[in-house]
């Protein structure tokens, strides 16, 4: 379990502060959202993805919990520009098919993905959403630091927060 934490601690964060802590990271898609890797992927990438995918499965398992679904198309998420997606949300909000009321207190990523920008530059990847209990649900996103220097550097000090090397 301490294990499960520390993959945790390997962090899971908005990717709003990933984005900002980090100028160069690879987003790399797996069953529950995606992982981002500061800086680029290591050889050992393919390896802790697994491992953090077994750790996923055995905390809803500990819970006795149904680990949730990736959707059909998890492997390969949209890309597009960010204006596009912000563009798109905009013409779904505003479609007089659908009445206003049925958007208020929606969480619109819901409808078609959650966008996690990419590094240095305008696109944005779209991660389809994983099914829990029959509802869609927010991609996990768990950011990887090459070190606890770096980690410190992008999200303020988390010392406390034990942390996972292979």
């Known amino acids: ?3 499960g934490l520390a993959v945790a601690a390997a962090i899971v964060l908005a990717v709003s502060s990933i984005c900002v802590g980090a100028a160069n990271y690879a987003i790399v898609p797996w069953p529950y959202g ?3 890797w500061e800086q680029t992927l290591p050889e050992d990438a393919q390896t802790i993805t697994d491992y953090a995918t077994k750790e ?3 905390v809803f398992s500990f819970w006795g919990l149904p680990a949730p679904l990736p959707p059909a198309n998890w492997a390969h998420p949209v890309q597009t520009s960010s204006d596009a997606w912000y563009q798109a949300m905009l013409e779904r909000i505003q479609s007089p098919s659908v009445p206003i009321t049925e958007f208020i207190g929606r969480d619109y990523s819901l409808t078609s993905g959650t966008p996690v920008p990419e590094a240095n530059s305008d696109e944005v990847l779209i991660l389809p959403a994983p099914s829990w209990n029959g509802k869609r649900v927010h991609p996990l996103i768990i950011g990887v630091y090459p070190d606890q220097e770096s980690m410190n550097a992008a999200c303020g000090d988390y010392s406390f927060i034990d942390s996972w090397s292979g």
Request: hydrophobic share 55%.
């Open 34 to 36: 995606a992982i981002v």
């Open 1 to 3: 379990m301490q294990r």
């Open 56 to 58: 996923a499965k055995d």
